[in-house]
């Protein structure tokens, strides 16, 4: 067992041709999938920089517009990176400032090259979806082929913890939440690096493909769509 909570074996993927990984041995990429702290930064068990640190993860939150295809509407954007010691609280306490009924659509491209399958399930109690997130901390924090996304259709806010573990809150009103990562030390910076933005790997487990049909099975979604 790996101080993540990982069975072996842990799939990391291996990028294709013209990438940092190309020239290096298995022992060299192995060595460098063992490597989970950057300074004060600490990764989960489900992403791995590329080998040549063209993004070198550090903690911070940021603030920005998204905006639609069409250019004809923005809405308000915090995305985060957090270290793993204190990822889960603080995602727990952003889910606790949304309104007692929402919708939450599971994320998973464990079957696909690119893309994901969502499974949605509208109209969940709040302190039902969190009792059994909270008993999915495992899968939550180390798969890297899972990510979550929960709206508050009344408020308009949504909060979505993606497979690469970021956090990103959409809304029109997003001030409170800007207050939990603040709690939570998580300082403002002019913009944070994901991972995503570069070439990275994903990791996870044998053990947490079942977890996920479980998770979807007490969440009481039987269909995907892609």
């Known amino acids: 067992m790996s101080p993540f909570g990982l069975s072996p074996p842990r799939k990391f ?3 294709n041709a013209k990438s ?3 020239s290096l041995s298995r022992d060299e990429i192995e060595t460098h999938i063992a490597i989970a702290r950057y300074g004060s930064f600490q990764l989960t068990g489900a992403i791995r920089p590329s080998y040549d640190l063209r993004i070198v993860p550090k903690e911070g939150y940021d603030r920005r517009l998204w905006r639609a295809s069409n250019g004809r509407a923005s809405i308000p954007l915090l995305t985060a990176l957090v270290s793993r010691e204190k990822l889960a609280d603080l995602y727990f306490d952003l ?3 949304l309104g007692p009924m929402v919708d939450v659509v599971l994320e998973s491209s464990r079957a696909r090259r690119s893309g994901h399958t969502d499974y949605t399930r509208d109209e969940i109690d709040l302190p039902i979806l969190m009792s059994c997130l909270y008993d999915f901390e495992d899968l939550l924090l ?3 082929y899972f990510g979550i996304a929960v709206i508050d259709p009344a408020r308009q806010v949504e909060v979505r913890f993606d ?3 970021s956090i990103s809150v959409f809304g029109r009103e997003i001030g409170r939440f800007e207050e939990v990562f603040r709690s939570h030390r998580v300082e403002r ?3 944070v ?3 995503s933005e570069d070439e990275h790997l994903h990791a996870s487990a044998n053990e947490f493909a079942s977890r996920f049909e479980i ?6 979604i039987d269909e995907g769509f892609c």
């Open 13 to 15: 993927p291996v990028p």
């Open 20 to 22: 940092s990984f190309d």
């Open 95 to 97: 889910l606790g400032e």
């Open 142 to 144: 180390n798969d890297g």
């Open 163 to 165: 497979e690469h573990k």
């Open 189 to 191: 910076v002019e913009r």
């Open 193 to 195: 690096r994901h991972l």
């Open 215 to 220: 998770l979807r099975t007490r969440l009481g």
